[in-house]
């Protein structure tokens, strides 16, 4: 959804068609805000950011409600600067968290399974433990953060390379996917095997935050493609028209870029980027 902000507090966004679970929105033409990113599982008025590590921070001004069509935003300039437009990208879990108790380190859910996404909540312990995704089969990606820390947010999954071989990137980055020995990560039908070492989802006393997605036919699609260095382009099937995308080069240096059919009133080429790993505006990046 697009809207523009007006500077003042209790700014309701509408248009949204249900009431959110997770919502990510960034200033289009407003260069040096980050992206803010809020769940109802942590509630609102609690804000990460993709482009650094920093641990989440409560502002009364930033995200204050999530309604039935949309959200209300305070007058914090990243969230409704008077002079700036923005876009909010907006996903449907499972409304509020339940507790599950699948793993050995009880976690609090909410998760939307016919969509494959689920937004899961726990604290670390810095040993071997499982937590419970509350999804009906392994995802195929998941994004951490630490929200007590200053630690690099972790995105692990197949098209990283095999999440049980350690292989991450970093979502508040641009370096290339990588193996690294704290983090093989067993992502399995019901639960997740954290890696005792993994200080950044794991941590001891640590409460952490975990996206968790699979694909969906018809609906969502988690994958990787080989490019071709063609004007023309890779052709990378779906099985449907996505409405958002966001693409990071696995094997080199790299932003991830974010593509809505919205900011370009669903047409192609699709021509407005955002990179999820920095505060600049929006770009003209066309994508076929």
């Known amino acids: 959804v697009l809207y523009a902000g007006n500077g003042s507090t209790g700014h309701a966004i509408t248009g949204v068609g249900f009431q959110p679970d997770w919502v990510w929105l960034k200033g289009r033409n407003y260069n040096g805000a980050s992206h803010s990113l809020t769940d109802s599982v942590r509630g609102a008025t609690k804000r990460l950011v993709s482009d650094s590590s920093a641990a989440e921070a409560t502002n009364a001004e930033y995200l204050q409600s999530f309604d039935s069509d949309g959200f209300t935003v305070g007058n914090h300039a990243a969230h409704n600067s008077g ?10 879990a499972g409304g509020s968290a ?12 909410s998760a939307n399974t016919k969509a494959g996404f689920s937004i899961v909540t726990y604290t670390g312990t810095a040993s071997a433990d499982t ?11 998941v994004i951490w953060k630490d929200r007590d820390t200053a630690v690099n947010w972790l995105v692990q ?11 991450i990137m970093l979502l508040n980055g641009t370096g290339s996917s990588y193996a690294n020995s704290n983090f093989n990560t067993t992502l399995g039908a019901s639960t997740i095997t954290l890696d005792a070492g993994g200080t950044n989802y794991n941590g001891s006393g640590k409460d952490t935050i975990a996206y968790c997605f699979h694909s969906v036919d018809g609906y969502s699609k988690v994958g990787s493609y080989h490019g071709n260095g ?12 996505p409405a958002w995308v966001i693409i990071k080069r696995t ?3 790299g932003g991830w870029s974010i593509l809505d059919d919205v900011r ?6 699709v021509d407005k980027r955002l990179q999820g790993n920095d505060t600049d505006a929006e770009e003209s990046a066309g994508v076929d």
Do not use: C, K
């Not at 937590?131 to 990606?141: D, K, R, V």
């Not at 382009?233 to 028209?241: E, K, M, Q």
């Not at 370009?264 to 080429?269: E, F």
């Open 230 to 241: 063609s004007t023309d382009g890779a052709f990378i099937y779906t099985g449907f028209r």
């Open 98 to 109: 339940s507790s599950n108790s699948d793993g050995s380190i009880t976690t609090n859910v």
């Open 264 to 269: 370009t009133s669903n047409t192609n080429p």
């Open 251 to 253: 094997d080199s240096t």
């Open 83 to 92: 002079s700036h437009t923005f876009v909010a990208w907006n996903w449907l």
């Open 157 to 167: 999954g197949d098209a990283m390379g095999a999440a049980a071989s350690g292989y």
């Open 131 to 141: 937590i419970g995704h509350g999804l009906s089969q392994a995802p195929e990606l």
